[in-house]
């Protein structure tokens, strides 16, 4: 027996928010051709979740030489490849140029797994590095 109707669901995630509206509309064309096709109907509803998380150049420069100067030379990862992952911080990176900061938590689970154990060492890490920016200094 052929069912009358059909749901799919899925999860896309880009670096970029011009790949994310050519996702949508590649899903939509996609979508719409395959059920024209068959001789059906289809209704396609994208709803945008986070953002892609982007720094700013500058301001990656500046957080990442207040790191250095707080933490050390050479204990800035500067070329670290882009994350998937979502982050709410990515909707004030779209209206305020920043940089978000990882700060070096560690290996094991990541941060949404039942058995993360959030790293308190790495405070210092954040304090420090927050405290370089305060003063300023170049």
């Given at each position: 027996?052929i069912?009358e109707s ?5 999860t896309?995630?880009t670096?970029?928010a011009?790949?994310r509206?050519r996702v949508?509309e590649?899903?939509e ?7 024209e ?7 396609v ?8 998380t982007v ?5 990656s420069?500046?957080l990442a ?6 933490l050390?030379a ?7 490849p882009p ?5 709410d ?6 209206e305020?140029?920043g940089a ?12 949404h797994h ?6 308190d060492?790495?405070l210092?890490h954040g304090?420090?590095?927050?405290g370089e920016?305060v003063?300023?200094r170049?």
């Amino acid at each position: 027996m052929i069912p009358e109707s059909a749901h799919l669901f899925g999860t896309y995630r880009t670096f970029a928010a011009e790949t994310r509206t050519r996702v949508e509309e590649e899903v939509e064309r996609v979508t719409r051709g395959v059920a024209e096709a068959r001789g059906a109907r289809c209704e396609v509803r994208c709803m945008r979740g986070y953002p892609p998380t982007v720094n700013h150049a500058n301001e990656s420069d500046v957080l990442a030489s207040a790191a250095e100067r707080a933490l050390g030379a050479g204990t800035v990862r500067r070329d670290a490849p882009p994350c998937m992952g979502g982050e709410d911080f990515a909707f004030m990176l779209e209206e305020v140029p920043g940089a978000y900061l990882w700060l070096g938590a560690g290996d094991g689970p990541n941060l949404h797994h039942p058995d993360y154990d959030f790293n308190d060492d790495v405070l210092r890490h954040g304090v420090e590095t927050w405290g370089e920016l305060v003063r300023g200094r170049s």
